[in-house]
């Protein structure tokens, strides 16, 4: 890349072909994202070169696996779709994370969102997550929050690398 700014357009084309099923699987299951799935739609209906009608008649697996085939997804589309793909397919992982981090959550999800997490707790949590999970789902984690939250999540940085999540 010749910009190393990270995006979600960017952290998009870096998931795997796997992920990224899942991740448009998890916006076509989610009841509250329909102006996201309208997008997605739009999406698919332009690279297929075919009516959005067309695409909305299709069943959920063949509008993901379209949606995954997308490289040049919008941000605003792509952040729902990281966090709709960590939502449904990562609660353990983000779990264990704030585990790590002695950060009280329900299901992975943070209760108390005034909680800033201990920036010299940070290597020693994704080192946890590093023995837990596979590396590409640990740095697709770790990425999207420092895309969603850059100020909570600034201790990330040194651990992810300034190369990648700048």
Avoid: C
Avoid at 54 to 65: H, I, N
Avoid at 98 to 118: C, F, K, M, Y
Avoid at 130 to 139: C, H, I, L, M, W
């Amino acid at each position: 890349m010749t910009d190393p700014t990270l995006t979600p357009s960017r952290l998009w084309k870096r998931m795997s072909g796997e992920q990224r099923v899942r991740a448009a699987t998890a916006l076509w299951n989610e009841p509250e994202a329909a102006s996201d799935q309208m997008q997605a739609v739009g999406l698919i209906s332009k690279q297929m070169k075919t009516r959005p009608k067309t695409v909305m008649g299709l069943e959920k697996e063949r509008k993901a696996r379209y949606l995954a085939a997308v490289a040049d997804v919008p941000d605003v589309v792509a952040a729902r779709l990281l966090v709709l793909y960590h939502l449904a397919e990562q609660r353990p992982m983000m779990g264990a994370f704030l585990d790590a981090l002695g950060i009280a959550h329900e299901n992975g999800l943070i209760q108390d969102e005034s909680v800033t997490p201990d920036p010299a707790k940070m290597a020693g949590a994704v080192a946890t997550l590093g023995t837990q999970f596979p590396a590409d789902d640990v740095s697709l984690y770790l990425h999207t929050l420092l895309l969603q939250d850059p100020v909570s999540w600034e201790g990330l940085r040194e651990v992810v690398g300034p190369s990648e999540a700048t």
